[in-house]
Structures are given as C-alpha cells and as structure tokens.
C-alpha cells in the first residue's frame, strides 16, 4: 500500500507563472497562501506568451510532474484552487475569473462564438474556449497531444492573432484559445471550467461581478 509520501508525489504539480508586468501585492498574498503539492514554481517573462507556456510544458515532463498549473502573476486565485481542480481529475479544467477589457467583467470563457455569461454557480461546466490564467492540465494531455506547429517549436500552444489574412478568422486567435481548439479537434478533450474556483483579474483596478470597475483591493487572505 503506497505510503503518504508516494501519494503526495503520485500528485505534484509544477506551477508555472507568466510575469508580463508589475506585481500587485493583492497578487502577491493570493500567491503566499496557494497550496502547492509539487516542486517549486517556475516563473517565465520577457518571453512570447506561447513560447512561455510551450516551455512549462516541456518542464512539467522533463521534471515528471503529474500536472501542471498554469497562473497569469494577474490572476488571484482561492489558496485550495488547484486541490479543487485535482479532485475533478479531468486533463484539462479551469477556474473561472473575468475580463479586465471590454466587454469588461464578463467570464473569460466562450461557447458558440460568445461570451459565457448565464451559468451554473459551483458546477462544472463545458465550453469552447478558455484563459489560460487559472488553469490545470494532466501529464497524459501533454504527453499524447499532437504538435500544432512542430516546425516552428509550437507543440502544444501557438498565438495566431498575427495572423489575420493568412488563417481563417476563427483560427487567428491567442496562444490559449489555440490550444482549446487544438485538444477538442484533435483529441476530442472537452475545455472545462469549475465555476466554483473563482478567481480575481486585477491590475491597478479590478471588475466585480456587476461589471463595476473599482480601484483594485489589498486583501491579506483570498
């Protein structure tokens, strides 16, 4: 029978931080209290989004991590929300936080070509495509994914918003969105999202749930 120790490892995560600006200190509490069953965090900036993300992929598997977390350094997270996300066991679920820019507050999650924005409280939903600010992925995913663009170094994210004029204009689109798309097509993994892990998009200010833009708040625990 596996003791405590080989649970806990049977379960790591490496958690992967995007940095593209300034840190807040609301983030940096929100960070302080996050449970992380794994190894230490690896930061990535000054880096291409999808360069970035393709990079904590080939750590996850190079370091033989079970999962890995994705965590935008503007995005405040619940301290358990990767616990949360775990017990799903899916290989490809999100916590649910809302956009900073216009139409500003809405989830960062679409379905059908627009934003979700009448769902289910605490349940687990599917959508089509999805932030990668609060999000988790299994090992296998990263393992049996198709490369999108393997002659470019694209295997598991591609950011296409350059690309208008040369791609249809459903398929120009970020780095994340791109690899939503990718896993369903190729792969048939639906994009989730844990509407219970809520989460905060801040920056100097924030949106609250009624869409109010407000000076963005300092809170010690999260």
């Known amino acids: 029978m596996a003791g405590s120790w080989e649970i806990k490892q ?22 302080r209290n996050l449970i992380i069953p794994g190894p230490p965090p690896l930061a990535l900036s000054g880096m291409p989004f999808d360069h970035a993300r393709n990079t904590a992929c080939k750590s996850a598997l190079e370091q033989g991590v079970d999962w890995l977390f994705f965590l935008d350094s503007d995005v405040v997270v619940p301290h358990d929300a990767i616990l949360r996300l775990m017990t799903h066991n899916k290989p490809f679920i999100s916590g649910m ?19 979700v924005t009448d769902f289910p409280q605490g349940q687990v939903i599917d959508v089509d495509l999805v932030g990668a600010g609060c999000l988790l ?9 198709p490369p999108q663009r393997p002659q470019a170094g694209k295997t598991w994210f591609d950011w296409r918003v350059d690309c208008q004029g040369i791609l249809p204009p459903g398929e120009c689109l970020s780095e994340d969105f791109t690899m939503n798309l990718h896993i369903k097509r190729t792969m048939g993994i639906p994009t ?10 801040i920056g100097y200010g924030e949106a609250d749930e009624n869409g109010v833009w407000k000076p963005m708040e300092t809170r010690s625990i999260t």
Do not use: Q
């Not at 049977?10 to 960070?31: M, N, P, R, Y």
């Not at 992925?137 to 994914?145: A, F, W």
């Not at 989730?192 to 998009?201: A, F, G, I, N, P």
């Open 192 to 201: 989730l999202v844990d509407t219970s892990v809520r989460c905060r998009h």
């Open 10 to 31: 049977s379960k790591s995560v490496l958690v992967c931080i995007l940095h593209t600006d300034v840190v807040t200190l609301a983030w940096s509490f929100g960070f």
């Open 97 to 115: 936080y809302r956009r900073r820019s216009p139409p500003v507050a809405v989830p960062v999650m679409i379905r059908n070509g627009s934003w």
């Open 137 to 145: 992925i299994h090992r296998d995913l990263l393992l049996k994914c």
